[in-house]
């Protein structure tokens, strides 16, 4: 059973950092791109960023580029994203994602099969 596990969410001032992880089971991690999403409350889902299977390419949104870094630690089956400067727009659920091949397609960031459940990260004064 694929199983997709986020933590590492909570409150944050803007300017500050977070750091979110997202422990996969299930299927061998190694193998296939993995992104982030985001969907703030009353808003349409939010492809964040994505990364390769053997983390060799990366890929951002423009509203976090500069800001957020994705990246995989394939021994420990893990996925993170470093969130930096956050802004109070960064406010959302926070949701890991698994493409269905290696890399992340270019066409469509939205290719997923499994999602986790999310973690929640809210920035705010």
């Known amino acids: 059973e694929v199983q997709l596990v986020e933590s590492g969410g909570g409150l944050v001032q803007p300017g500050g950092s977070l750091r979110l992880s997202c422990a996969a089971s299930?299927?061998?991690?190694?193998?296939?791109?993995m992104s982030w999403v985001r969907q703030a409350p009353g808003k349409g889902r939010e492809w964040v960023g994505g990364?390769?299977?053997?983390?060799?390419?990366?890929y951002y949104a423009d509203s976090v580029k500069g800001r957020f870094t994705i990246s995989r630690d394939n021994t420990k089956n893990t996925l993170y994203l470093q969130l930096n400067s956050l802004k109070t727009e960064d406010t959302a659920m926070y949701v890991c994602a698994k493409h269905l091949t290696t890399a992340v397609p270019a066409t469509s960031r939205y290719e997923h099969d499994y999602w986790g459940q999310g973690t929640q990260v809210t920035v705010s004064s």
């Open positions: 990364i390769n299977s053997d983390g060799g390419s990366r």
């Open positions: 299930g299927f061998t991690f190694s193998t296939y791109a």
